[in-house]
């Protein structure tokens, strides 16, 4: 079923911005556009605006998914020269201009004038897709609610466990990757278990189990430098988390993962949660658009090699952001999305006043406003311009400035009350799982292999066959 992209309520011959993505480029961009003289559709494959920085709060049942995820469609509704479609998009045409998307089994295709591509970015296993299956990442609601119930339910397995390694290896938590979000995450399981799960149980106790933080680089949070990573390792150390640097994770598996460390040694280690936060992978969609212009590339990890302006090659009407573009300097995090948002949005109006010379534009320039990232509970690391520092002040700047980008008054209410029960007592307000959190990923992807889709690439596509056998069910009735 094919659909002509529905311009409701457009006016003839307004110039029309199709944006996809609705993170932070997406989102911002649509917002940019809001006194412009232009129709915008904004296509996403998710209902929501995501903030990522927050997911490992989700997974460790600090936050909810809807106090980072509010309603792409309901943050825009008074936005009135905004349509917001769910949909994946699977097509674009750069000579047709026309972008073409999928909602189960329905297609649709929309007509631009101008193109803003925010497509971000997906979790990567450097060529290792099979150990998606048991090391799931961070990069949706999705993963994150996933690794609430497995991190929650190994501690539940440990406790019916009545054989002694088995009982080990469900408390044993290793996380693949020390970034910001491994690092993050890493302290906030082991403040879990020795905070919030104390005494709550009654054949383990949940402060001795283990966890284990991997990282390929000497230092933890390499982009943040030697002295802040130095910071971060001490930290987590206080807590007890394992450090293993220069040790890259070559195996995982159902029963646990296998480490090489720099030396040439393996080591082996049971254990029932893994996380995987060690690389990303841009979406394909920047490769699709690179192929059809004029010498436009991609770089490693498939990102777009945009022009000074963010468009490619040849089409001064299409940009590319956020963590899609690969642009010297500027680092894929959400101030590049936000910043890219906003010069390509100030472009096309620019453009639709008339006042646009593609040849002569003024190059995007990125301003970088530093960068944080939290280790436990009233620790963080902060890095802005050439000052450097860690601790109870960096916490604190931390948590003002994700309160400040959070998205509604709402969110930012609900979360700064969240954070005061869990910072000053031992509870949490979001402990509650489900079967569905943890096995759901897993069933979606065999319905998708079942009928040769791609599995982790589309959780749509699984939709679409999960629709059509309850279509077929209630034929059979
Ligand atoms: C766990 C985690 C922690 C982070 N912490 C920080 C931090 O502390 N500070 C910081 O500055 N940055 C942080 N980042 C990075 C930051 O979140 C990203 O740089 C930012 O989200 C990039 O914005 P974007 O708009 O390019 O992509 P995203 O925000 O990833 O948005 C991509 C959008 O595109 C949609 N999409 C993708 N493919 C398709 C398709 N085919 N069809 C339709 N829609 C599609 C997605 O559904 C999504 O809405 C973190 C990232 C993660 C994953």
Redesign the pocket.
Known sequence: MVHEGAALNRTEGRHRVVI????????QAAKSLKRSDVDVTL????TS?????L??QVATGILSEGEIAPTTRLVLRKQKNVRVML????AIDLAAKTVT?KLMAMQTVVPFDSLIV?????QSYFGNDQFATFAPG???IDDALELRGRILGAFEAAEVATDHAERERRLTFVVVGGG??GV?LAGQIAELAERTLAGAFRTITPSECRVILVEGAGALIPPMGPKLGAIAQRRLEKLGVEIRLDSLVTNVDYTGVTVKHKEGDEERIDCACKVW?AG?QA???GLMIAEQTDGTQTDRAGRVVVEPDLTVKGHPNVFV????MSVPGV???????LQG?KYAAAVIKRSVAGRDDPANRAPFKYFDKG???TVSRFSAVAQIGKVEFGGFIAWLAWLVL?LVYLVGYKNRFTTLINWFITFISHSRGQMAITSQMIYARLAMDMLANQHNRPAQQSALAAVEEAEKLERERGAQR
């Open positions: 996809i993505g609705s993170g932070f480029g997406g989102l296509i996403s494959k998710t605006h995501l903030f990522q920085p997911l490992y949909g994946e998009v699977v998307s925010a497509a971000g970015a997906q961070m990069k949706t910001p979000t993050e936060s990303v979406s394909p969609l952001i956020g963590d899609l680092p894929g995090m959400a101030q590049g999305a948002a960068s944080m990232a994700h």
